[in-house]
């Protein structure tokens, strides 16, 4: 425990370590709701989540190919979606967390994916919907996350889509596919 929590203020600035404590009560509440049984699970894949977000783009892509990662051309123009990833493996390897949900969770929450588990929306909608995050969509995103997860995925993508164009700002191509899954799925609960 006080490794970890050594690991946490070593890796995080003050403001980074305020927004993952964030994340974590807010994923802690996501999860009482849509996976009791998983609500510590959720606070610590939280609080842990952004453990590399402030490492320099070498670093991150110096310890991925130590860990056999493939990084792509594309993560290479647009190294901060790569912090997700790093921080899985140093969850698992430096904190030896040894947890394939937390692990996912974690590598899957700046991108999103085709087929996330409840945690990993957990994680994802955390991020974005914590009492330290101020932006115009949140109060909005906050209240559909809580209904509904995946129609919260959809309302999450389509606002960052919108909000790194308008800033001119690199979107990834996995991005596409990630919002029409949660786009048909959302198409199916709708039609039932
Ligand atoms: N779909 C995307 N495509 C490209 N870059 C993205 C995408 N989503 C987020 N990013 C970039 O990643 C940064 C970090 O996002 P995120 O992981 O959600 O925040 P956090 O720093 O809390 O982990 C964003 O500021 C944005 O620049």
């Known amino acids: ?12 600035s003050e403001d980074r370590l305020s927004h993952s404590l964030g994340v974590a009560r807010t994923a802690f509440y996501l999860a009482k709701k849509h996976l009791p049984a998983k609500k510590e699970k959720a606070f610590l894949a939280g609080i842990a989540h952004d453990i590399a977000r402030e ?20 993560d290479k ?22 947890d394939e949900e937390i692990f996912n969770a974690v ?4 991108l999103g994916a085709v087929g996330m588990t409840d945690l990993d929306m957990i994680i994802f909608l955390a991020d974005l ?3 330290g995050r101020n932006f115009a969509q949140r109060q909005n995103l906050l ?12 309302l999450a993508l389509e606002n960052t889509l919108e909000y790194l ?3 001119n700002k690199t979107v990834d191509s996995r991005t596409t596919l990630v919002l029409n899954y949660f786009r ?4 199916k609960k709708d039609s039932i």
């Open 77 to 98: 123009l647009n190294t901060v979606v790569l912090h997700a990833p790093a921080g899985a493996y140093f969850i698992r390897d430096m904190l030896r967390i040894y």
């Open 184 to 187: 048909e799925e959302v198409a």
């Open 143 to 154: 209240i559909v996350s809580f209904q509904d997860l995946k129609r919260g995925m959809l």
């Open 1 to 12: 425990m006080k490794r970890f929590l050594q690991l946490l203020q070593e890796n995080l």
């Open 55 to 74: 490492w320099p783009a070498e670093r991150m892509i110096a310890f991925l190919k130590d860990k056999g990662y493939d990084i792509t051309p594309e």
């Open 165 to 167: 164009t308008k800033k």
């Open 129 to 131: 919907i914590e009492p």
């Open 107 to 110: 590598s899957r929450h700046t």
